[in-house]
């Protein structure tokens, strides 16, 4: 696990730090994935780099053997966690489906302020960090993976996601690692 760089516009998308999922049981302790994201949110943030809170309200309509109900959840159920402290300057992305990009306007987004790479942290890796992971590949952006700010209901997929599928399609590192990158970029500008 290595990230070599990050390019002068990155974008940091977090999938997914919503209340209904992070009252959910998790293969890693949620107050750390949570502490990890906001530490990136607040480097981004410094840098002035574009910052995506994504939420999901919904799912794809199709049939699967295991799929979650979104009836009868809370009202509060998407709202997002009140530590990722969202920013006027924050856009904010409503999926309906695993991925963030698919019925959204997250590319167009991304690409009208001249981003070449995100990262993503969030939950559940195997996923929505995922599918959005392979979304924004298979699109051309370069990804990193911010593998200690994520997390999954299962353990299982989590690592499966971690060291057989991101490997494939990005960069996969730790959350100093990361912070490490922004700010020496941070004092190369000042």
């Known amino acids: 696990m290595a990230i070599s760089t990050l390019d002068p516009k990155t974008a940091l998308l977090v999938v997914d730090l919503q209340k209904g999922i992070a009252a959910l049981p998790t293969a890693h302790p949620m107050k750390d994935v949570v502490r990890n994201t906001a530490a990136l949110l607040a480097a981004f943030r410094r840098r002035g780099l574009p910052v995506v809170l994504i939420n999901v309200d919904g799912r794809a309509p199709g049939r699967a053997e295991r799929s979650f109900s979104m009836a009868g959840l809370p009202a509060d159920w998407t709202d997002l966690l009140p530590e990722l402290d969202r920013q006027a300057g924050d856009h904010v992305v409503t999926k309906r489906t695993w991925g963030a990009f698919t019925h959204t306007d997250l590319d167009k987004y991304l690409r009208g302020r001249g981003v070449t790479q995100v990262v993503v942290a969030g939950v559940a890796t195997s996923a929505g960090v995922e599918s959005t992971a392979r979304h924004a590949h ?44 922004v700010n020496a970029a941070q004092e190369e500008r000042t």
Not at 139 to 144: H, I, Q, R, S, T
Request: hydrophobic content about 50%.
């Open 138 to 181: 298979e699109l051309g952006f370069n990804v990193a993976l911010a593998v200690d700010a994520m997390t999954d209901m299962d353990a299982d997929a989590h690592l499966n996601s971690v060291t057989r599928i991101f490997p494939k399609m990005a960069e996969t590192g730790m959350t100093q690692e990361l912070l490490a990158i």
